[in-house]
C-alpha cells in the first residue's frame, strides 16, 4: 500500500477519488532550508526530501508488507517568472491576483516515490500551464475574503472557489491540484517504473 508523505487534504482526495489504496505520514521537513534557482528542479528536490524523511521515521514492524511506497510531492507555481507559493496575507494574495488576472502561469509539482524495501525510487516533476479569466476587482475582493488563496501555492485551488478563475488549463488537471494521477498510475502499474523489485 503507498503511504503518502502529505498533510495537504487535496493530494488525499485525490488519492480516494482515484481509489489509490494509501496511508498519511506528515515528514515534518523544513521546506525553507531547501533551495534550488529551477523550481521544477526545487520541487522534485523537496518531493524527495519529504519522502526520505517518512521513510526514515518508519519502524522496522511497518516496513514488512505494510507499506509498499513512499510518495513525496510539492508544489509551486511560478508567474512571470517569480515563485507564488502561499500567500502570507490577504494583501499579498490581492497583489498577486492584480497581476495573475488575464494571464498564464506555470505550476509545476514534484513527486518521488521511494520503495520501502530495495531503495528503488522514482522522481519526476510534472508542468501544467493556467490561464486565469479577466477579473474585476470587486471578484478578486471576493475570492480572497474567503480566505482559501492563503492556503495555496499561486494563491488558488482549482478544486475550490478559485476553479471558477481558471480560464483554461495546458496539461495534468490533477497536477495543479496536488498530483499528477496519470503520473502516478504509469509508476505503479508499470514493472519497469515501479520502485519495487
Not at 25 to 31: A, K, P, Y
Request: charged letters at 20%.
Amino acid at each position: 500500500m503507498l503511504l503518502l508523505a502529505s498533510a495537504s487534504p487535496a493530494r488525499r482526495r485525490l488519492l480516494e477519488q482515484a481509489a489509490i489504496p494509501h496511508g498519511v505520514r506528515v515528514s515534518g521537513v523544513d521546506e525553507a532550508a531547501i533551495q534550488h534557482p529551477d523550481p521544477a528542479q526545487l520541487v522534485q528536490r523537496l518531493a524527495r526530501v519529504k519522502a526520505q524523511a517518512v521513510l526514515d521515521q518508519l519502524p522496522s514492524a511497518e516496513r514488512d508488507g505494510r507499506w509498499s511506497a513512499v510518495l513525496g510531492c510539492d508544489s509551486v507555481f511560478v508567474f512571470e517568472g517569480e515563485v507564488f507559493g502561499k500567500p502570507r496575507d490577504a494583501a499579498q494574495a490581492m497583489a498577486r491576483w492584480r497581476r495573475m488576472a488575464g494571464g498564464w502561469g506555470l505550476l509545476h509539482t514534484g513527486h518521488a516515490l521511494l520503495a520501502v524495501a530495495g531503495g528503488g525510487e522514482r522522481l519526476a516533476t510534472v508542468t501544467t500551464r493556467v490561464q486565469f479569466a479577466p477579473l474585476a476587482e470587486a471578484e478578486m475582493e471576493a475570492y480572497v475574503a474567503t480566505g482559501e488563496p492563503l492556503q495555496c501555492a499561486g494563491g488558488f485551488a482549482l478544486e475550490g472557489r478559485g476553479g471558477a478563475l481558471v480560464e483554461r488549463i495546458e496539461g495534468c488537471v490533477s497536477n495543479v491540484i496536488g498530483l499528477s494521477l496519470p503520473l502516478l498510475r504509469r509508476w505503479l502499474a508499470d514493472p519497469a517504473c515501479h520502485p519495487l523489485p
